[in-house]
């Protein structure tokens, strides 16, 4: 499985961005998927993550009520929504699949990562 994560940029606080993660390769649909940060210098953080069906989600305290977390597996696409952004959220993002039935919280649960995308958020 190929991610292709997009949709990153710069933001003023309090606004919205939408990233996608589209797979190639395979089918999604029996793919948990979650979506991790990072600063230069710290640990990948775990934002979001949502089991293969997207009935079921999970959210770090951090984002819980700003972001959410969906999956169109027609398209083979999750997305991040992500409202009410603050500068603590500026970071880059990464979203990440595995195969299974739960959803996963820590990067080493999962199999495949996308490469990245930069989301800045300006105060």
């Keep these: 499985v190929q991610l292709q994560a997009s949709g990153g940029g710069l933001v003023q606080a309090g606004g919205s961005l939408r990233l996608s993660c589209s797979a190639s390769g395979r089918t999604l649909r029996n793919y948990a998927a979650g979506w991790f940060r990072q600063d230069p210098g710290k640990e990948r953080e ?3 993550a949502i089991d293969w069906s997207g ?5 770090a305290d951090s984002v819980k009520g700003r972001f959410t977390i969906s999956r169109d597996n027609a398209k083979n696409t999750v997305y991040l929504q992500m ?7 500026t970071a880059v993002y990464y979203c990440a699949s595995r195969r299974g039935d739960y959803y996963y919280l820590t990067p080493p649960d999962y199999t495949y990562w ?3 995308t930069l989301v800045t958020v300006s105060s």
């Excluded at 009935?55 to 959210?59: H, R, S």
């Excluded at 409202?83 to 959220?89: G, R």
């Design 46 to 48: 775990f934002v979001a």
């Design 114 to 116: 996308g490469q990245g």
């Design 55 to 59: 009935g079921v989600t999970y959210y």
């Design 83 to 89: 409202n009410s952004l603050k500068p603590e959220d």
